[in-house]
């Protein structure tokens, strides 16, 4: 069976030790068929530091983050319970595979995350290390053909754009969940995969 996970992240700052995750997204698709899309928009933890120009990327101020009813704690546990609903968190062989653009970024804030509420097995949920990334996927296409993409930077909104992918909202875990979707999909077929 394949299972995976595309996430997204919006957060505080950069540091996920000191910062946090103000908005998560996912989408759980098994054997091709998405089975499960969330988008939770939340406070952070009150010992997260928020940076101002973090929130600004998406368009917020930390008093709109703040006056969020939604919780850090309550939307661990759904998250963790959605997960372990379709992963068995002791089966070696029964694990997601994360997927995004920079999974780098948004698995190590997930996992801090996971942590700072007193769980350190967010990796024993998915593959640690093993993703399925938009921007590596890019870079791939440009060793392939030897080819530049031209562009002045791989931020998923300029491949998105370079690819003929719409994003309309930017910075939305949610919508950036389906345009790399979009640009995962268009270079898996580039690259002939």
């Given at each position: 069976?394949?299972?995976?996970?595309?996430?997204?992240?919006?957060?505080?700052?950069?540091?996920?030790?000191?910062?946090?995750?103000?908005?998560?997204?996912?989408?759980?698709?098994?054997?091709?068929?998405?089975?499960?899309?969330?988008?939770?928009?939340?406070?952070?933890l009150?010992?997260?530091?928020?940076?101002?120009?973090?929130?600004?990327?998406?368009?917020?101020?930390?008093?709109?983050?703040?006056?969020?009813?939604?919780?850090?704690?309550?939307?661990?546990?759904?998250?963790?319970?959605?997960?372990?609903?379709?992963?068995?968190?002791?089966?070696?062989?029964d694990?997601?595979?994360?997927?995004?653009?920079?999974?780098?970024?948004?698995?190590?804030?997930?996992?801090?995350?996971?942590?700072?509420?007193?769980?350190?097995?967010?990796?024993?949920?998915?593959?640690?290390?093993?993703?399925?990334?938009?921007?590596?996927?890019?870079?791939?296409?440009?060793?392939?053909?030897?080819?530049?993409?031209?562009?002045?930077?791989?931020?998923?909104?300029?491949?998105?754009?370079?690819?003929?992918?719409p994003?309309?909202?930017?910075?939305?875990?949610?919508?950036?969940?389906?345009?790399?979707?979009?640009?995962?999909?268009?270079?898996?077929?580039?690259?002939?995969?």
């Amino acid at each position: 069976m394949n299972k995976i996970l595309f996430v997204d992240t919006e957060t505080t700052g950069l540091d996920p030790k000191i910062n946090g995750i103000h908005q998560i997204a996912g989408q759980i698709v098994i054997d091709g068929k998405t089975v499960v899309e969330v988008d939770y928009k939340f406070k952070p933890l009150p010992t997260e530091k928020i940076d101002p120009e973090a929130l600004a990327v998406s368009g917020l101020t930390v008093e709109e983050v703040m006056a969020r009813p939604l919780d850090s704690f309550t939307v661990y546990k759904k998250v963790d319970t959605l997960l372990a609903t379709h992963v068995n968190r002791y089966d070696k062989h029964d694990k997601m595979v994360i997927a995004g653009y920079n999974c780098n970024f948004d698995a190590g804030f997930i996992n801090e995350w996971f942590q700072k509420h007193r769980n350190k097995y967010f990796f024993g949920l998915c593959h640690g290390g093993a993703y399925l990334d938009g921007l590596n996927m890019a870079l791939m296409l440009e060793i392939k053909t030897g080819k530049r993409l031209f562009i002045p930077d791989r931020k998923l909104g300029t491949v998105a754009q370079t690819l003929g992918i719409p994003l309309d909202n930017a910075h939305d875990a949610l919508a950036d969940i389906q345009a790399t979707r979009d640009v995962i999909k268009t270079l898996w077929k580039r690259l002939g995969l």
